[in-house]
Nanobody, 126 residues
């Protein structure tokens, strides 16, 4: 069974940085698509970034382009999310998700992911 465990969340001031980690169990397909999603209170869960671990293609929401970087963790088939220049509107619970080939749906479609972590809270103060 695929297990995803997020870590690295916390509280920072605007302009600060955090790096989120998503550790994946050995059962995950190493070519899986991994996505980071976030959900603020009262809002829908939205896609932030995704990476197809097999060929390395990455995708970002417009709101985080140029500030966030998703990358592979080569030690455990997981992924990272480096978040720079954080803004108060980035405050949310961040979730890691994965889907194996043949990758149904678009990278930002939360319903297309089969496996989810429990989330890690990110709070950005102004």
């Amino acid at each position: 069974q695929v297990q995803l465990v997020e870590s690295g969340g916390g509280s920072v001031q605007a302009g600060g940085s955090l790096r989120l980690s998503c550790a994946a169990s050995n059962f995950v397909d190493p070519t899986s698509c991994f996505g980071w999603f976030r959900q603020a209170p009262g809002q829908e869960r939205e896609g932030v970034a995704a990476i197809y671990r097999g060929h390395g293609s990455t995708y970002y929401a417009d709101s985080v382009k140029g500030r966030f970087t998703i990358s592979k963790d080569t030690t455990n088939n997981g992924v990272y999310l480096q978040m720079n220049d954080l803004k108060p509107e980035d405050t949310a619970m961040y979730y890691c998700a994965a889907k194996p080939p043949p990758f149904p749906g678009r990278w930002y479609e939360k319903g297309s992911y089969s496996d989810w972590g429990q989330g890690t809270q990110v709070t950005v103060s102004s």
